[in-house]
């Protein structure tokens, strides 16, 4: 397909008419809102270096870097000495209690940042750190921890040794990516990328209270790519998210980025392209596309592929500095959601600078599913003013929230059909250097939206880093 046909595709999706609107319409509740009920301080002198154009202790491809599990949150960061450390605290609460688990920052990269899991199935928490396509380090804690909060201490014993495996299964020697994500039984899978950015693929472990098992590769790095510019034969398919709905449905969404710069306009821009879709309703083991088609078999030799039929769902090519692993929610009924972002045509047919030109143009937009199985894609009115990236959250009235870099928060209500995004939080008085960190977990708890952010600095200043909280409709 050519550029003007993918263009125009796109952008007659961003419009809305009342037509399509009607079909995400549901019946009226609170419209969105956001109180802000106060902020806490994890740690007044956290490590700071720019890499990537982030944060290692704020980069909102994290999984989770901050989560809510039966009445505590847990965050985890590196300190000035670069320690690894997790902390808790009784939700409310205004001070935390941490402990350094044992491992030390080894690379000055911001990629290599500390996700956290829940193992419903044994009460475990499990990190999982310091990784951008080489070894990984792997800490989890005693059975029981997070079922007993209040009765048992947070300190170092709690938590076993650092590891360069997963209890002796090493999937890969190139591991990036880590994202935990607890399964409707209470296993835990974990997420990650085999090999390296443009020539990777996807793939999953689970851990069953037990042991970890390697479940294998899902998404294919081959195939032929081809641009009005020029061709690519490899690439890997960046995640949005991999998340679970209340009905047991795994979705993700996804772009692809190519390993041949040729495939676009400019070499200053980025080779990432089209927004694409698929779900599993086996706990990962086999992909479809939006239609149903199967796509992938997790493990097997049919891998989803940048070829397959039917999974875009918002076609752009790559001359527009589509952004990355971005952001993705489900709500009540079960519907995707996703928070994608780039320069849109209006602003010129070429990215020559990625940064410059995201930072001078770049838009978010809301894309989604409504309940006739449509796709739709509404621009939110608000500019980056940066190139990185922005957070999906729903309320319980389906109400969607998009934390913007710097930690603004836009809102759109579910009555609209999601038409209304307007900016409910400027970001006035928190000082934040770029992407947050949020609490996904949360919400659905105590209907607040709680994130974490850290302070701008210079060079390689410690600086200080917050969690901030939003009371959101009740």
């Known amino acids: 397909m050519h550029r003007r046909t993918l263009l125009a595709a796109a952008l007659a999706g961003a419009a809305v008419t009342p037509a399509l609107a009607s079909g995400t319409a549901r019946a009226a509740g609170p419209g969105p809102s956001v109180t802000r009920t106060g902020t806490t301080t994890l740690d007044r002198q956290a490590i700071f270096f720019v890499s990537y154009d982030g944060l290692v202790n704020n980069n909102a491809f994290q999984k989770n870097g901050l989560l809510t599990y039966k009445g505590y949150q ?36 911001s990629h290599n940042v500390i996700s956290m899991g829940v193992s419903k199935v044994d009460g475990r928490l499990h990190l999982n750190m310091d990784s951008h396509s080489d070894g990984f380090t792997y800490v989890k804690s005693v059975a029981g921890l997070m079922d007993d909060p209040g009765g048992l201490s947070w300190t170092a014993g709690r938590f076993g040794a650092p590891q360069s495996t997963l209890d002796g299964l090493a999937p890969t020697s190139q591991f990036t990516y880590p994202q935990f994500v ?3 039984e209470g296993k835990l899978q974990l997420s990650y990328r085999v090999a390296v950015s443009g020539n990777g693929r996807n793939a999953l472990a689970e851990y069953d209270g037990t042991k970890w098992t390697n479940l294998g590769e899902w998404s294919g790095s081959t195939g032929t790519y081809t641009s009005e510019h020029g061709s690519s034969t490899a690439r890997n398919m960046y995640l949005h998210g991999i998340d679970y709905d209340r009905n047991g449905r795994l979705h993700s969404f996804f772009t692809w980025r190519e390993q041949n710069g040729a495939v676009m306009c400019d070499s200053g821009g980025i080779t990432n392209h089209d927004t694409g879709y698929v779900y599993s309703d086996d706990r990962g083991r086999t992909w479809r596309n939006d239609a ?15 070829n397959d039929a039917g999974l875009v769902v918002d076609p752009l090519n790559p001359d527009h500095s589509l952004m990355n692993q971005e952001s993705q929610f489900t709500d009540s009924a079960g519907r995707p959601h996703a928070i994608i972002s780039y320069v849109p045509g209006r602003f010129g047919q070429c990215t020559t600078d990625y940064v410059a030109d995201r930072t001078r143009n770049g838009r978010a937009f809301h894309v989604r599913k409504n309940t006739s199985g449509t796709w739709q894609k509404t621009e939110i009115p608000v500019p980056l003013g940066s190139s990185q990236r922005t957070k999906l ?30 900016l409910l939080f400027d970001g006035n008085g928190l000082n934040a250097f770029g992407e947050v960190v949020i609490d996904e977990t949360r919400v659905a708890q105590d209907g607040v939206l709680s994130f974490m952010y850290q302070e701008k600095s210079s060079g390689t200043t410690p600086s200080a880093l917050h969690v901030t909280d939003f009371r959101l409709p009740a």
């Open 292 to 306: 149903g088609a199967v796509v992938g078999v997790t493990g097997g030799s049919d891998k989803v592929s940048v």
């Open 393 to 422: 959250i729903l309320d319980k009235y389906d109400n969607a929230y998009a934390v913007l870099p710097f930690g603004r928060i836009a809102a759109a209500s579910a009555a609209s059909g999601y038409t209304d995004w307007k």
């Open 74 to 109: 847990y965050a985890v960061w590196y300190t000035a000495d670069r320690n690894a450390v997790v902390g808790r605290r009784a939700l409310g609460a205004g001070t935390w209690s941490t402990v350094k688990v044992g491992h030390t920052l080894r690379y000055d990269d």
């Open 182 to 184: 607890s399964t409707p």
